[in-house]
């Protein structure tokens, strides 16, 4: 009696590449942010580290080039991706949530800033992985 073998539909070598492809657009993300987070520091357009920051403008900017580097690194996990880029991109914007999420809900009592820039870091970071994946699938269309 010969026993058939099936085969399953999970690739170990295409989870490796895709749990790569997230991880990698993850650290692109941690280290552009924290980054340009220590020049601006650095160059005393921000505060000092561990001093609230309260500006306006300051916040804005943080806010807008977080939002740049999660479209770069989402768009980095659907260009890595192996298969479903789109799916790549929105997993690494679901972990950028969660993320943030926990990050508001433990900051904002610590009242570091105004407690409206941890909130747009979590309502931006779906939509900011979904931008990046439609850009991918555009720019796979249009090479």
């Keep these: 009696m010969a026993m058939q073998m099936t085969k399953t539909s999970t690739h170990p070598r295409r989870l490796w590449r895709s749990t790569g492809a997230v991880l990698a657009g993850f650290l692109a993300v941690v280290v552009f942010s924290l980054g340009t987070d220590q020049v601006l520091h650095v160059l005393d357009v921000y505060p000092p580290w561990g001093q609230p920051m309260r500006d306006l403008g300051d916040n804005l900017l943080a806010l807008s080039y977080r939002c740049v580097y999660a479209m770069v690194g989402s768009y980095l996990a659907a260009w ?64």
Excluded at 88 to 108: E, K, N, P, Q, Y
Excluded at 118 to 125: E, G, K, L, M, R
């Design 80 to 143: 890595l991706a192996p298969r479903n880029p789109m799916r790549h991109a929105m997993v690494l914007g679901l972990i950028g949530f969660v993320l943030s999420l926990a990050g508001a809900i433990a900051t904002i009592p610590m009242d570091l800033g105004p407690a409206w820039y941890p909130v747009a870091i979590v309502v931006t970071a779906l939509p900011c992985a979904w931008v990046a994946g439609v850009l991918h699938r555009a720019r796979q269309a249009n090479p």
